[in-house]
């Protein structure tokens, strides 16, 4: 695999701090195979993908579906994407955990230029992630906003993302299914994406992803994550519903292979790191450096 070394230097005051240790570590791009699946089988049919109404064929304790890595042009012009990857050394206890530490920054932590930086998710994909945090300030009930890039340190302007947490049950799955899960140890993150100016102001702009991860443990006894994006989907009023005002870039061919590999590679990075992380952090004060 080849190494990724193009990364923001970190500023003196992040660099003093314990965590930029991992920020140090290697961080790799996709595999040979994912690269083939990419080259060989993508754009896929879109007769294999979920519909977006119908995500909760997603979530079963066990078992694939016909498409579980690659992206589609869907007939409504929208774009779909399933990525499937693991989670080496990892445990859902050590996710749940770091899917909140992520958002609080360390008590030292300086802010940069634009406010947004969060050495906690940079340590993530040193390459594209810059800030993560409770719009709130304190949990998800106002969403979660994101600061990075999908270009693998090429360069590419940074965008600001607010991700609104879903309840899957509001959306169609039942007590019994969702009983299942929790006994198999299965780990669901619904939401839904909108996008944002990155001045103070935040201000809305067009397009919305629905976005869909399941994490359970496979027969070989790790965990793999599963992932699928409804690009040009969304939520309005509580209901799933198309935005056909998401910009046609964001379904184009560049684009969605941008996706799936920034998605593959941090799935990766999370086996590198987190579970020395959380041996060292999770005892320790939430805003600890």
């Known amino acids: 695999m080849i190494q990724i070394t193009r990364r923001p230097v970190l500023c003196e005051e992040e660099r003093a701090l314990p965590l930029a240790k991992y920020y ?151 007590e019994e299914q969702a009983k299942i899960l929790k006994e198999h140890g299965c780990f669901v993150d619904f939401a839904y994406e909108t996008f944002h100016t990155m001045d103070a102001s935040h201000t809305r702009l067009p397009g919305m992803h629905l976005c869909l991860t399941l994490s359970r443990n496979n027969p070989r006894g790790f965990m793999e994550k599963r992932t699928r994006e409804w690009i040009g989907y969304g939520v309005e009023n509580g209901k799933i519903v198309q935005d056909k005002t998401t910009p046609a870039e964001m379904c184009s061919d560049d684009y969605l292979r941008k996706v799936i590999r920034h998605n593959v590679i941090e799935a990766q990075q999370l086996g590198v790191f987190l579970p020395g992380l959380y041996e060292e952090y999770h005892n320790k004060p939430e805003d600890a450096d």
């Not at 007939?75 to 990857?85: K, P, V």
């Open 24 to 174: 140090d570590l290697p961080l790799y791009e996709m595999g040979p195979i994912e690269k083939e699946l990419l080259d060989r089988g993508c754009p896929s049919d879109p007769s294999l993908a979920i519909r977006a109404e119908n995500f909760a064929e997603l979530l079963v304790p066990e078992g694939y579906s016909n498409l579980e890595f690659g992206y589609c042009h869907m007939d409504d012009g929208s774009a779909y994407i399933a990525t499937y990857t693991t989670y080496m050394n990892c445990n859902p206890k050590m996710l749940a955990w770091y899917f909140r530490w992520v958002n609080t920054p360390s008590k030292h932590q300086p802010l940069g230029e634009q406010g947004y930086d969060n050495i906690r998710y940079k340590i993530w994909n040193q390459a594209d992630h810059v800030g993560h945090g409770f719009v709130n300030g304190k949990d998800r009930t106002d969403g979660i906003w994101t600061v990075e890039s999908l270009d693998e340190g090429e360069g590419d302007p940074k965008t600001y993302t607010v991700r609104h947490a879903l309840d899957p049950m509001d959306f169609g799955l039942t």
